[in-house]
């Protein structure tokens, strides 16, 4: 399968502080994305769906100035946590998919572990 | 999307086959069934997906039933490294994967 990273694995930072979390994918290029975030103990709750050159389209009570998408192009993806508190604490992940077919697999990123002190 | 049911745990030994089900009774005609699974702290894998028809990969066999409201996910030989969660999801219109609860599935040495 096609392989896809993320960076920072994971990440430490004050209460207030904006964090930014890049995804990539090293071998092949996808018109969509999707970030997802999962708390502990719990399942992937999708955040935002986003196409490349475009603004992404987030899922209901997803704040999307807090949670900013920036889709920069078929490989590069990232997302911004801006005034990150202890509530955005989670293990966030991003994945590439295709355009839309019903048979499209999507590739995950490893997650990246966000801990707002 | 329509939704899919699945056991919390199952438990399953080294090298035994094992059969993980999961209940879909309101797919539409057009939704393919996809399953994934995630690895403790990792992001989610694709594992196989299907319509119709049984499928076999690599990975694990997919046997549907014939009037597709229910499916079963089936590892020929269990190893250690297959403990995960397994989700199956239903793929339809919107192109998002809806994540349920899954199945977390224990290997016993």
């Known amino acids: 399968g096609a392989v896809v990273s993320q960076h920072p694995s994971r990440v430490i930072c004050k209460s207030g502080t904006s964090v930014k979390i890049e995804c990539r994918s090293l071998?092949?290029?996808?018109?969509?994305m999707f970030w997802y975030r999962q708390f502990p103990k719990q399942s992937l709750m999708l955040m935002a769906t986003?196409?490349?050159?475009?603004?992404?389209?987030?899922e209901q009570g997803v704040e999307k100035d807090k949670f900013l998408i920036n889709h920069a192009s078929l490989t590069l993806s990232t997302l911004t946590v801006t005034s990150a508190h202890p509530e955005d604490s989670s293990f966030y992940i991003c994945?590439?998919?295709?355009?839309?077919?019903?048979?499209?697999?999507?590739?995950f990123g490893p997650g990246t572990r966000l801990t707002v002190l | 999307d329509a939704k899919t049911t699945q056991p919390n745990s199952m438990e399953s030994n080294e090298e035994e086959p094992v059969h993980l089900p999961c209940n879909h009774s309101t797919i539409s005609g057009t939704d393919y069934i996809h399953w994934y699974r995630q690895l403790p702290s990792q992001g989610p894998e694709y594992v196989i997906h299907g319509l119709t028809s049984n499928v076999n990969n690599r990975m694990a066999s997919l046997a549907i039933a014939e009037d597709r409201k229910s499916s079963t996910l089936i590892l020929h030989r269990a190893t250690l490294r297959d403990a995960a969660v397994y989700y199956c999801i239903l793929h339809g219109a919107t192109n998002k994967l809806i994540f349920g609860t899954g199945t977390l599935l224990a290997v016993q040495p």
């Open positions: 071998d092949f290029q996808a018109t969509t």
């Open positions: 986003s196409n490349e050159g475009s603004k992404a389209t987030y």
């Open positions: 994945s590439f998919g295709g355009a839309g077919a019903r048979t499209d697999t999507q590739y």
